[in-house]
């Protein structure tokens, strides 16, 4: 099975930061990552996939980038709707894994 | 608009069943694979087991191998997770989620809102 890591776990930052998020497959995965950002008390809502392709509605203050086993998400200018955990998926293969979450928090 | 809507969660004793079920509208379910992902109180999304358009595909996690099975009913769109043997760690909120595309390697797209299921004696 392939091991999702995420780095790091938690972040402070402050409104009108840019932050990046590391998502590590321990294979290669062949650009097949998404992103799911969660708020709490609400269901995973889905960003990117493909690495880089931000859904339809989506604001382009995010963006994805990577190849082979290391990816990343970044957001900028931080607003307060984006304070929230983030999650990476591999669907290479089954078993489809998820990363353990960064939850991005208020400094 | 797209509605997955999760039912069947209960409280049940370790050891027991229970089949969840998951109602679909606004796409053309029979188009697009389809997946269960289960998140403990306080913890991180897990997925739990996929299924292709027409059922030739599944996958699951290694958690639930040979105790849970997803299947589904195209024509009801419908999605199902029947879970035998439950125990304690199975205790989460199970999401149905809808993949981009028919095939197993797609990313998911949207997301039900979650049925609990806890496993207590």
């Known amino acids: 099975d392939i091991q999702m890591t995420q780095s790091p776990s938690s972040l402070s930052a402050s409104v009108g930061d840019t932050v990046t998020i590391t998502c590590r497959a321990s294979?290669?995965?062949?650009?097949?990552l998404a992103w799911f950002q969660q708020k709490p008390g609400k269901a995973p809502k889905s960003l990117i996939y493909?690495?880089?392709t931000l859904y339809s509605g989506v604001p382009s203050k995010f963006s994805g980038s990577g190849s082979g086993t290391d990816y990343t998400l970044t957001i900028s200018n931080l607003q307060p709707e984006d304070f929230a955990t983030y999650f990476c998926?591999?669907?290479?293969?089954?078993?489809?894994?998820f990363g353990p979450g960064t939850k991005v928090d208020i400094k | 608009e797209v509605q997955l809507v999760e039912s069947g969660g209960d409280l049940v004793q370790p050891g027991r069943s229970l089949r969840l079920s998951c109602a679909n509208s606004?796409?053309?379910?029979?188009?697009?694979?389809m997946h269960w992902v289960r998140q403990a109180p306080g913890k991180g999304l897990e997925w739990v087991a996929g299924?292709?358009?027409?059922?030739?595909?599944?996958g699951y996690a290694a958690s639930v191998k040979g105790r849970f099975t997803i299947s589904r009913d195209n024509g009801k769109n419908s999605l199902y997770l029947e879970m035998n043997r439950l125990r304690v760690e199975d205790t989460a909120l199970y999401y149905c989620?809808?993949?981009?595309?028919?095939?197993?390697?797609?990313?998911?797209?949207?997301w039900g809102q979650g049925t609990p299921v806890t496993v207590s004696s």
């Open positions: 989620a809808k993949s981009r595309k028919y095939h197993f390697a797609s990313p998911i797209d949207a």
């Open positions: 606004g796409f053309s379910f029979d188009d697009y694979a």
């Open positions: 299924i292709s358009w027409n059922s030739e595909t599944v």
């Open positions: 294979q290669g995965i062949n650009h097949y």
């Open positions: 493909a690495a880089s």
């Open positions: 998926q591999q669907y290479d293969s089954y078993p489809f894994t």
